[in-house]
């Protein structure tokens, strides 16, 4: 069981930046890879970044690419998602989730365990 908590959302002006946070619970951390997803209103929840277990590979998601970078820090059991020239398209909850395969998933599906999310309002 792993519980995840994310922090560091919050209102921005559009090309400002945030960096949220995300921490797990328990000892297993590193056997979990990390992904972030987003949800707007009215849309479906998409996803946004995935690390894998050490940090070594990364993935995006062609909407934020060049802007947000994922990274993890196994020791402090946290995956962070730094994001960079914010747009208001950016405006969403942001769920961190972690993944107990290997597999790169990039559906909702493919996670075991989610957080509750964090508001990011970019304005115009």
């Known amino acids: 069981q792993v519980q995840l908590v994310e922090s560091g959302g919050g209102l921005v002006q559009a090309g400002g930046s945030l960096t949220l946070s995300c921490a797990a619970s328990?000892?297993?951390?590193?056997?979990?890879?990390m992904g972030w997803f987003r949800q707007a209103p009215g849309k479906e929840r998409e996803f946004v970044a995935r690390?894998?277990?050490?940090?070594?590979?990364?993935y995006y998601a062609d909407s934020v690419k060049g802007r947000f970078t994922i990274s993890r820090d196994n020791a402090k059991n946290t995956v962070y998602l730094q994001m960079n020239s914010l747009k208001p398209e950016d405006t969403a909850v942001y769920h961190c989730?972690?993944?107990?395969?290997?597999?790169?998933?990039?559906?909702?599906?493919?996670?075991?365990?989610w957080g509750q999310g964090t508001q990011v309002t970019v304005s115009s």
């Open positions: 328990g000892r297993t951390f590193s056997r979990y890879a």
């Open positions: 989730a972690a993944d107990r395969t290997v597999v790169v998933h990039t559906h909702t599906e493919g996670y075991d365990y």
């Open positions: 690390i894998s277990r050490i940090g070594g590979s990364t």
